[in-house]
Antibody, heavy 123, light 107 residues
Framework: EVQLVESGGGLVQPGGSLRLSCAAS????????MNWVRQAPGRGLEWISS????????YYVDSVKGRFTISRDTAKNSLYLQMNSLRAEDTALYYC????????????????WGQGTLVTVSS | DIQLTQSPSFLSASVGDGVTITCRAS??????LAWYQQKPGKAPKLLVF???TLQSGVPSRFSGSGSGTEFTLTISSLQPEDFATYYC?????????FGQGTKLEIK
């Protein structure tokens, strides 16, 4: 069974840092691109970052570029999001999600999601 | 960046009704579109990928269509468990934007 379990959220002051983790199990982690998606309280979904299966290709949404760093550790089957210079507007539930891109499909998609970890940025 | 606009943002319907949600892209994205369902306090769930392919295990009352800039998600006969918020997402280019969501409520 595919499982994604996020951790590392919490309360942090503006300007502070946090490192989120996502522990993956039930699939060959090294074969899949992984994404982070966040959801501010009462708001919609916002895609924020992607890392390829090998870790060689990374993308960010503009609002987090230069502040957030996505990474992965295949030996630990884990995905990470280092968040620096946090702002109040970064307050959200952060989800990790697996991206599948099967040969039978004309498009990739986010097929498994964790339950999220809450980040609150407040003084 | 590609913008996705969903309509309507709110939809009120009754059990047994059929409903359609539209997602319009600011530029052509072929069929690089997915639909997700999210219930309160839960993670999003994949319903449809590649614009029209139903994810395994999703009831056949759900269907997706479209290509280019206009897409639809149709639920043919609403069941009580379908009342939720629905999001489209484009996977044509980065950033992989989502629509703003459509909240489907019981009338």
């Amino acid at each position: 069974e595919v499982q994604l379990v996020e951790s590392g959220g919490g309360l942090v002051q503006p300007g502070g840092s946090l490192r989120l983790s996502c522990a993956a199990s039930g699939f060959t982690f090294s074969n899949f691109e992984m994404n982070w998606v966040r959801q501010a309280p009462g708001r919609g979904l916002e895609w924020i970052s992607s890392i390829s299966s090998t870790g060689s290709t990374i993308y960010y949404v503009d609002s987090v570029k230069g502040r957030f760093t996505i990474s992965r550790d295949t030996a630990k089957n884990s995905l990470y999001l280092q968040m620096n210079s946090l702002r109040a507007e970064d307050t959200a539930l952060y989800y990790c999600a697996r991206v599948d891109d099967p040969p039978y499909s004309s498009s990739s998609f986010l097929d498994y999601w964790g339950q999220g970890t809450l980040v609150t940025v407040s003084s | 960046d590609i913008q996705l606009t969903q309509s309507p943002s709110f939809l009120s319907a009754s059990v047994g009704d059929g409903v359609t949600i539209t997602c319009r892209a600011s530029q052509g994205i072929s069929t690089y579109l997915a639909w997700y369902q999210q219930k309160p306090g839960k993670a999003p769930k994949l319903l449809v990928f590649a614009a029209s392919t139903l994810q395994s295990g999703v009831p056949s009352r759900f269907s997706g269509s479209g290509s280019g800039t206009e897409f639809t998600l149709t639920i043919s006969s609403l069941q009580p468990e379908d009342f939720a918020t629905y999001y489209c997402q484009q996977l044509d280019s980065y950033p992989r934007t989502f629509g703003q969501g459509t909240k489907l409520e019981i009338k």
